[in-house]
Nanobody, 122 residues
Framework: HVQLVESGGGSVQAGGSLRLSCVASGFTWRSIWVGWFRQGLGTEREGVAAMSAGTGTTVYGDFVKGRFTISRDNAKNTLYLQLDSLKTEDTAMYYC????????????????WGQGTQVTVS
């Protein structure tokens, strides 16, 4: 049974930090790409970052500009997203997702999704 479970969201003041976690089960962890996406009210979903669980290769959305860091713990089949210097416009539901291999447009094609964790910045 494939499952992605996010946690770590919450409310924080602008300039603050949060660390999101995503625990994956039912996958051959090292053979997948795992990523973070977000969707705010009235906005389209956008790719934040993704990482090859096997090689550690990372890709980021252009808007991240060094404020967010994706990482993983292979022993725990867990993906993280460190959110620093948060802004009000970062308020969104953050989702974890997976795909076997990314394409040229890396944010396209993710086919397993978690339920999301809410981040609110005020």
């Amino acid at each position: 049974h494939v499952q992605l479970v996010e946690s770590g969201g919450g409310s924080v003041q602008a300039g603050g930090s949060l660390r999101l976690s995503c625990v994956a089960s039912g996958f051959t962890w090292r053979s997948i790409w795992v990523g973070w996406f977000r969707q705010g009210l009235g906005t389209e979903r956008e790719g934040v970052a993704a990482m090859s669980a096997g090689t550690g290769t990372t890709v980021y959305g252009d808007f991240v500009k060094g404020r967010f860091t994706i990482s993983r713990d292979n022993a725990k089949n867990t993906l993280y997203l460190q959110l620093d210097s948060l802004k009000t416009e970062d308020t969104a539901m953050y989702y974890c997702a997976s795909v076997l291999q990314i394409s040229g447009d890396w944010w396209v094609g993710f086919n397993y999704w978690g339920q999301g964790t809410q981040v609110t910045v005020s």
